[in-house]
């Protein structure tokens, strides 16, 4: 079993429509979760960055994480056509061999057709 | 603000040879990390160097190495080359204090023959 799970997708939705995206994972120590939007032919970029649980929120983005269920989303509100890329979520746990490591989801493709 | 950047973009090489790859982090930024993305396996850990020094390492053979040099670039070089290291490598960079956010170059696809 992976450590962190995400569903591949694809994703198709119409301009305007509210996306969401999940990952679960099995590993209780992660305390950091990010989410990375990746272009095609580019790297990741970073999208979200959060601790612990909770909801954070940046333009028509929102992260959600739920520590008791393992499990964490981002919500894009009025989604449009530049958003379509490959989302990625990544988690990180503190000290001995996860330091410094960011472990990723498969990543969705989303495509959001006008 | 300049991002990360790696270089080449592209490499093309033959089996047992060797590859080096560059990446040189953002401006204040000390730590620098690789990633591999292989096709159907996601983006996996490489290795984390911060002030010079290795500080962890993913799943890989010894013969993927590298270093950091005192301006904080770095250098990726795999030995020894197989067919399933082509994939793109991506560097990341993020300030010195653990589990900052981590900001990607774009890549240098390494292409095995």
């Known amino acids: 079993q992976k450590e962190v799970e995400q569903d591949p997708g694809p994703l198709s939705v119409p301009e305007g429509a509210i996306v969401s995206l999940n990952c679960t994972y099995s590993?209780?120590?992660?305390?950091?979760f990010m989410w990375y939007r990746q272009y095609s032919r580019k790297g990741p970029e970073l999208l979200m960055y959060t601790y612990s649980s909770g909801n954070k929120e940046d333009g028509r983005f929102t992260a959600q994480v739920d520590k008791s269920s393992k499990y964490i989303s981002l919500f894009i509100r009025d989604s449009q056509p530049s958003d379509s890329a490959t989302y990625l979520c990544a988690m990180s746990a503190s000290g001995g061999t996860s330091y410094g490591k960011l472990t990723f989801g498969q990543g969705t493709i989303l495509t959001v057709h006008p | 603000e300049a991002g990360v950047t790696q270089s080449p973009t592209h490499l093309i090489k033959t089996r047992g040879q060797q590859a080096t790859l560059r990446c040189s982090p953002i401006s204040g930024h000390t730590s620098v990390y690789w990633y591999q993305q292989a096709l159907g396996l996601g983006l996996q850990f490489l290795l984390w160097?911060?002030?010079?020094?290795?500080?962890n390492r993913g799943n890989f053979p010894p013969r993927f190495s590298g270093r950091q040099f005192p301006n904080y670039s770095s250098e990726l070089n795999v030995n020894a080359l197989e067919l399933e290291d082509s994939a793109l490598y991506l560097c990341?960079?993020?300030?010195?204090?653990?589990?900052?956010?981590?900001?990607f170059g774009d890549g240098t696809r390494l292409s095995i023959l």
């Open positions: 160097y911060d002030e010079g020094e290795e500080r």
């Open positions: 990341a960079s993020s300030l010195r204090a653990t589990n900052q956010p981590q900001h």
């Open positions: 590993n209780s120590a992660f305390q950091y």
